[in-house]
């Protein structure tokens, strides 16, 4: 289904006062389903809050966040639990895993409240990024570069029309910096989401639409 997530004047509270040459803060921004986007920042330019006004945990802003023509911070509780279960999904900096669980249970945890995925799709991605032998193991236990593909994965398990990704590479080489690309533009092939990815620094390799910079 095709969507629209629109930006009308959004600044955050805290830069209100300030003055800001931005392709974000102040501006009208519209992000189409289907297509990809990149977020450049310097550290500390507010590209994790942006992505946490649209998700709808944050409302210290100024302006408008607008999914499909409705206002995010005027929604209910259960109209944001809707929004998040079938239209956003997103990939948190600090990726949010659980880690008394082990990798495979961190993506199942998400997986069996959308049964959204198969045993077989997820298992195919944890064989992609090298991680079938770290199905077992407690998150805590691994690298932050594992977490980050684990965490990336756990996104997955969910419908959406736009998935949100915040600084997804970070701490990931050449190679699974591809293999999530890759995966990312099956994604689009197949269910035309939008992708919104932030960097203050490496970025995945797509094809993007707009690189805008805050």
């Not at 509270?13 to 519209?30: A, K």
């Not at 330019?45 to 006004?53: A, D």
């Not at 998400?110 to 298992?123: A, G, P, S």
């Not at 998935?163 to 999530?180: A, F, G, K, Q, W």
Request: aromatic residues 10%; glycine residues 6%.
């Amino acid at each position: 289904m095709f969507l629209t997530l629109k930006l009308h004047n959004l600044v955050p509270d805290i830069f209100r006062e300030q003055q800001q040459e931005s392709d974000v803060w102040g501006q009208d921004v519209c992000f189409e389903s289907g297509k990809s986007y990149l977020i450049e920042s310097a550290s500390g330019g507010g590209k994790s809050s942006l992505l946490s006004f649209i998700y709808g945990y944050r409302n210290d802003y100024q302006g408008d966040v607008l999914i499909d023509g409705k206002n995010v911070s005027l929604l209910s509780q259960n109209e944001k639990q809707l929004l998040r279960r079938q239209v956003l999904s997103v990939m948190f900096q600090e990726l949010r895993l659980f880690p008394m669980l082990t990798a495979y249970e961190n993506v199942v945890i998400n997986n069996r409240l959308m049964h959204f995925r198969t045993e077989e799709e997820i298992n195919r991605w944890f064989g992609q990024f090298g991680l079938i032998d770290k199905l077992n193991v407690p998150v805590r236990l691994l690298s932050w570069g594992q977490r980050q593909r684990v965490a990336f994965i756990r996104a997955l398990c969910q419908p959406c029309s736009f998935l949100l990704l915040d600084e997804p590479v970070s701490h990931l080489d050449d190679s699974n910096t591809h293999i999530m690309a890759d995966i990312l533009k099956e994604e689009q092939n197949a269910r035309s989401i939008g992708i919104i990815a932030t960097s203050i620094g490496r970025h995945l390799p797509l094809d993007y639409a707009e690189t805008l910079r805050l």
